[in-house]
């Protein structure tokens, strides 16, 4: 959520699996803060999209091992 700090915050967790294939803990936790460069619709989706580019990075990771 695009907080009153100018920062977009991203956290949750989240689920990978795959039948019959271990990826290690099933679940993870995650918090991502993305500085905005204003308030303005246009800088919040960009400050929302740079964290959800990160949340996928970690998922890929994940996955990767």
Known sequence: ??????????????YVR??????????????????MAGTAPAQIAAAQ?????QLAALIAGSVRG
């Open 1 to 14: 959520l695009a907080g009153a700090d100018n920062v977009f915050h991203l956290d949750g967790i989240f």
């Open 49 to 53: 999209s740079a964290a959800l580019a």
């Open 18 to 35: 795959a039948e019959g294939v271990r990826l290690g803990a099933p679940s993870r936790d995650f918090a991502i803060a993305v500085p």
